[in-house]
């Protein structure tokens, strides 16, 4: 997948320290004229041998899924809700 001796463009690494790798991505895309599937490879090498960038993405991934299930929890008291006061 990714070459080890090419390193990632200094500003595709400063939007992975900022969490945006969709951007990352986008720059290494450009900078190294890859398709996507080959600028993502990179990308995931790179912050799979960085443990600081690994334990951010995670950290954003699990907060992800936590607020997705607070409201998916929100949308089933809703309409338990309405089922219950309103059309019952």
């Known amino acids: 997948m990714a070459e080890p001796s090419e ?3 200094p500003e595709a690494i400063d939007a ?3 969490g945006n790798k969709i951007e990352a991505i986008k720059l ?5 004229k ?4 080959d600028a993502k490879g990179r990308v995931d090498d790179y912050v799979k041998n960085d443990p600081v960038l690994q334990q951010k993405f995670a950290s954003a991934q699990a907060e992800t899924t936590g607020s997705l299930v607070r409201w998916l929890i929100l949308i089933a ?7 219950l006061f309103v059309a019952g």
């Open 34 to 37: 890859l398709d996507l599937k």
């Open 16 to 18: 992975l320290q900022q």
């Open 77 to 83: 008291l809703a309409i338990a809700g309405y089922y």
């Open 28 to 32: 290494v895309r450009e900078a190294q």
């Open 7 to 9: 390193a990632l463009p």
